[in-house]
């Protein structure tokens, strides 16, 4: 979830482990844009879930805070 007001999501990927051990982890990379014309709070939130498709009451969340600099 996050303010799709300020971001756009532009691309995601999974990125395979370095190891060939069966159940190794990858990492999944987001990648943000900011919309254009838009006022900017100091601050934003994106919240992550990982959890299985199917189940959508379990998983793990994870918060993130977005700090804006101003230029």
Do not use: C
């Not at 300020?6 to 990379?29: C, R």
């Not at 939130?45 to 700090?67: D, M, P, Q």
């Amino acid at each position: 979830e996050y303010d799709k007001a300020l971001l756009t999501l532009s691309h995601s990927e999974y990125k395979k482990p370095d190891t060939q051990l069966i159940g190794a982890g990858g990492t999944m990379v987001f990648i943000f844009t900011l919309n254009e014309g838009k006022s900017y709070p100091n601050e934003t939130k994106i919240l992550f879930r990982y959890a299985r498709s199917w189940e959508h009451n379990t998983g793990t969340t994870r918060k993130v805070l977005v700090r804006f600099k101003n230029s």
